[in-house]
């Protein structure tokens, strides 16, 4: 089995910044990419950004300038700095992976549980 934990969010005034972390832990064979997606009430969920095992970065236009997406430290993490937030970033933000298993040779995709954060204005 495979398990996404997601940490870091909160409630931040306009302007600031916040550090989520997803650490992926379990049956891992191999990672293909990692990544953030967040909905908000009401809207669909949407990529926010992404990292693949080569290092290549994908980001939404929306946030391209102002997050950053890097992998942890930590084997089989990754984190997404956010800076400059704004009130419409306020969403639930869910980490997502690529990944194949011990158990199995197919990559599936997994997800976190999802963190709250809440940019005031």
């Known amino acids: 089995q495979v398990q996404l934990v997601e940490s870091g969010g909160g409630l931040v005034q306009a302007g600031g910044s916040l550090r989520l972390s997803c650490a992926a832990s379990g049956s891992i064979f191999s990672i293909n990419a990692m990544g953030w997606y967040r909905q908000a009430p009401g809207k669909q969920r949407e990529l926010v950004a992404a990292?693949?095992?080569?290092?290549?970065?994908n980001y939404a236009d929306s946030v391209k300038g102002r997050f950053t997406i890097s992998r942890g430290s930590a084997k089989n993490t990754v984190n997404l700095q956010m800076n400059s937030l704004k009130p419409e970033d306020t969403a639930v933000y869910y980490c997502n992976g690529e990944i194949v298993s011990v158990m199995s040779s197919i990559t599936r995709t997994y997800w976190g549980q999802g963190t709250q954060v809440t940019v005031s204005s």
């Open positions: 990292i693949t095992s080569g290092g290549s970065t």
